[in-house]
């Protein structure tokens, strides 16, 4: 699933009609999700966060900038914090499928669009800057909207979208790519600020200034203190004493936490506790985390204890959870403080049915879910098959020399299961889109044209689902071979129904793909499609012929030794 955060800053945190009249835009947007809204009335400023898909958030963005630019007006503006436009600042952040480069690319057209279609000046900042001196925020904001005009006529601070031509109204903003920033807190078993902070400083990137021998801070010829950099890239931290809790808590913020993930930072928080009579005694999430982060301290804590790392998603979220001690001060929900979990591609998810419930509306007279989501659900039992055959092989005597590879072979099987799972749903909703289209208005001959394109748009999307299921389910039959010639041999019955089930589901697939393929017009879309999944098909019927000889030869050898 693509989603991609985007934060945009208005100038406005009094007036709840006009804050009101911007979120609403965003809110009538399709595929997004608004997450917060938080108007801060000492600044005259509020903060938007909002989740979707690429498309979703871009359109989400232009239609808000587009309304402040309407409700609001700068030379009327006054706040405590730093702004020089109606839309101060609109970051794109990548939050699961994309990356920094796509959201680069969508600073630059949501740029362009903006300076073009608007009329306001744009600038680009962090990731999407396009000259050294424009990647902090603060170099862009010097001056603020009052020395805008000023700036703008100097060469050297030329819009990178739009004329250098002062908007009065809207003034100018300010559009990017970062990094998703983390809010985390760490507890310790003190009151004391000062333990807290000792530790901070040690952490943080910037670090703590110089000392000498006599406790006296050392200054370069200019009188600067000088910095003894912390441990941790990308990492801001200071030490506090909360009162709602009674607790010292060193507080963080991770501005790229893949390059300082938070479970690192945590685990050397602990050892710096121990160095001054401290202990850590869990932690506390502050707002949104993604997945991603979670999953990596899930993994990294199994890993630490020798354990596969090819678990369900679920499970490695729920260690993360418990060796973070994220529920030590209040509740861990990961439904909750988890940003994908937020947005929800699908509504009424064929996957949350149970077991009963999605055989019963695979049984009704509705054509969907159909075959498509039948073949999908095979490859994904597949997988899970391999990953379990793997996770019973992990630590077992006699399979020493297989322990690297079945682990690996785990953590591959969850990701296919995963893919297989989520296109359950999106073959159904493939198949839903060309019935829509099949019932447009068809009356006049713009209806008609219309109406002809979206059917083959929606065909093409129709035939690329099973498609896709096609080269899941081949990739998941190779796994199943893979792990039937390593894995623990008292499970060989076990890899040969995660190969069947993974022949069954590519066969299926490829016979969704053929049969979209009659009703499509671009033929040169159509003989790509056929030549491929026949490969495709092929190689699904070699392998698993394959191993259906191997399972059934290993089989009838363990019954020769009884």
């Known amino acids: 699933m693509k989603l991609i955060e985007c934060v945009p800053n208005f100038s406005e945190g009094r007036d709840q009609e006009k804050i009101q009249a911007i979120t609403k835009e965003i809110e009538a947007s399709e595929q997004i999700t608004l997450l917060d809204v938080d108007p801060g009335e000492s600044t005259n400023r509020t903060v938007v966060t909002f989740i979707g898909t690429p498309e979703g958030v871009l359109e989400a963005a232009f239609k808000a900038i587009k309304k402040a630019s309407e409700v609001l007006d700068m030379s009327k503006h006054s706040g405590a914090h730093s702004r020089m436009g109606a839309t101060d600042v609109c970051p794109f952040i990548p939050v699961s499928g994309v990356t920094m480069e796509d959201c680069i690319q969508l600073a630059h057209r949501l740029g362009e669009r903006v300076a073009e279609e608007l009329g306001i000046p744009i600038y680009l900042y962090e990731e999407a800057a396009q000259k050294p001196n424009r990647k ?74 110089k000392r000498d021998q006599e406790g006296k801070i050392v200054r370069d010829e200019n009188g600067k203190a000088i910095k003894m950099p912390g441990k941790f890239k990308d990492v801001k931290a200071v030490g506090w004493f909360v009162k709602d809790y009674s607790i010292a808590q060193i507080s963080i913020n991770f501005t790229n936490y893949k390059a300082s993930p938070p479970h690192l930072v945590f685990d050397e928080t602990i050892k710096e506790a121990e160095a001054i009579g401290c202990r850590v005694t869990g932690s506390e999430l502050v707002g949104l985390i993604p997945k991603d982060a979670m999953v990596m301290a899930g ?236 490969a495709l098909k092929q190689e699904a019927v070699d392998t698993g012929n394959g191993v259906r000889s191997l399972i059934e030869q290993q089989l009838e050898n363990n019954l020769k030794t009884r």
Request: negative net charge; aromatic residues 6%; contains cysteine.
């Open 299 to 534: 993994r990294y804590y199994l890993d630490k204890q020798g354990k596969s790392t090819g678990v369900p998603e679920e499970e490695l979220i729920n260690i993360a959870t418990v060796s973070l001690g994220l529920n030590d001060v209040s509740h861990f929900d990961p439904q909750k403080k988890i940003i994908e979990y937020q947005f929800k591609e699908v509504d009424n998810s064929l996957i949350d049915l149970n077991l009963r419930e999605f055989a019963n509306e695979l049984s009704m007279d509705s054509p969907a879910p159909g075959g498509g989501s039948t073949a999908a659900l095979c490859g994904a039992l597949s997988a899970s098959l391999t990953a379990m055959v793997s996770n019973l092989t992990v630590g077992r005597k006699g399979y020493e020399d297989a322990q690297a590879q079945v682990k690996e072979l785990a953590v591959k099987a969850q990701a296919l299961k995963d893919e297989l799972l989520q296109a359950i749903d999106l073959d159904t909703i493939a198949f839903n889109k060309v019935m829509g289209a099949g019932r447009m208005p068809k009356k006049t001959d713009e209806q008609k044209a219309e109406r002809e394109k979206t059917i083959e748009s929606a065909s093409h999307e129709a035939t690329r689902v099973p498609f896709q299921v096609l080269e899941t389910c081949v990739a998941a039959l190779q796994l199943a071979k893979e792990v039937a010639l390593c894995g623990n041999k008292n499970s060989i019955s076990d890899a040969g129904v995660a190969a069947l089930s993974a022949q069954a589901g590519a066969e299926g697939a490829y016979y969704n793909v053929i049969i979209n393929l009659p009703g499509i017009l671009d033929q040169a879309f159509v003989a790509d499609m056929k030549s491929r999944s026949s």
């Open 136 to 209: 902090n925020l603060a170099n862009i904001r010097v001056g603020e909207y009052e020395g805008l005009q000023e700036k703008l006529r100097d060469p050297e601070w030329a819009p990178d979208y739009g004329e250098a031509r002062f908007n009065p109204k809207a003034g100018a903003t300010v559009i990017g790519a970062r990094e998703f920033l983390i809010a985390y807190n760490i507890n310790l078993n003190s009151r004391d600020r000062k333990h807290a902070h000792h530790i901070a400083l040690n952490l943080r990137e910037r670090g703590r200034a």
